[in-house]
T-cell receptor
Framework: AQKVTQAQTEISVVEKEDVTLDCVYETRDTTYYLFWYKQPPSGELVFLIRRNSFDEQNEISGRYSWNFQKSTSSFNFTITASQVVDSAVYFCALSEARNTDKLIFGTGTRLQVFP | DTAVSQTPKYLVTQMGNDKSIKCEQNLGHDTMYWYKQDSKKFLKIMFSYNNKELIINETVPNRFSPKSPDKAHLNLHINSLELGDSAVYFC?????????????FGSGTRLTVV
């Protein structure tokens, strides 16, 4: 069965600290896709990244980086030098090649960045 | 110019009423979705439509009926509202199952049933 686990329900950091949000997934498909979304206090869902199962290269985008490890079924998200504007709920999600129209979300991690 | 727009943003209604939420996307995407986010922030797919055809129906009570008059619109009609229907409902769209650019979500409709 497909499942996404975000064990950290809430994380609090002080500005400029680095923070890593964990994501562990389960799937029987050999081809799948992983996503991260940000939900700021205003409520909208903002797409951050998509990763294919056959591409294990890590990605960096500004202060954001993602570490995909198939061996541990993890797709972790690191924010470097966090800022107050990073405060949000972050969701990891999975879709499988046999049904890419179904996005399975984790329960989210609430990140609070204090000044 | 909003990519995925939902109306209304807030909806407060009494139990037993029927209500609709409208969704429109101007991205030219082929697939549209409805997701429900409960009070614990858990997001779950309800329906997806591809070019006006129902693709996914995730064991949602039949009080919920999606309607897609064209591929740019996917409305959600809810009959006989119950307290447990209170949630935030998100409309979304994608091209190619979101594999290139992810799914684009609307800003959500907060439904409160009293």
């Amino acid at each position: 069965a497909q499942k996404v686990t975000q064990a950290q329900t809430e994380i609090s950091v002080v500005e400029k600290e680095d923070v890593t949000l964990d994501c562990v997934y389960e799937t029987r498909d050999t081809t799948y896709y992983l996503f991260w979304y940000k939900q700021p206090p205003s409520g909208e869902l903002v797409f951050l990244i998509r990763r294919n199962s056959f591409d294990e290269q890590n990605e960096i985008s500004g202060r954001y980086s993602w570490n995909f490890q198939k061996s541990t079924s993890s797709f972790n998200f690191t924010i470097t030098a966090s800022q107050v504007v990073d405060s949000a709920v972050y969701f990891c999600a999975l879709s499988e090649a046999r049904n890419t129209d179904k996005l399975i979300f984790g329960t989210g991690t609430r990140l609070q960045v204090f000044p | 110019d909003t990519a995925v727009s939902q109306t209304p943003k807030y909806l407060v209604t009494q139990m037993g009423n029927d209500k609709s939420i409208k969704c429109e996307q101007n991205l030219g995407h082929d697939t549209m979705y409805w997701y429900k986010q409960d009070s614990k922030k858990f997001l779950k797919i309800m329906f997806s439509y591809n070019n006006k055809e129902l693709i996914i129906n995730e064991t949602v009570p039949n009080r919920f009926s999606p309607k897609s008059p064209d591929k740019a619109h996917l409305n959600l009609h809810i009959n006989s509202l119950e307290l447990g229907d209170s949630a935030v409902y998100f409309c979304a769209s994608s091209q190619d199952g979101g594999l290139l650019y992810g799914y684009t979500f609307g800003s959500g409709t907060r439904l409160t049933v009293v």
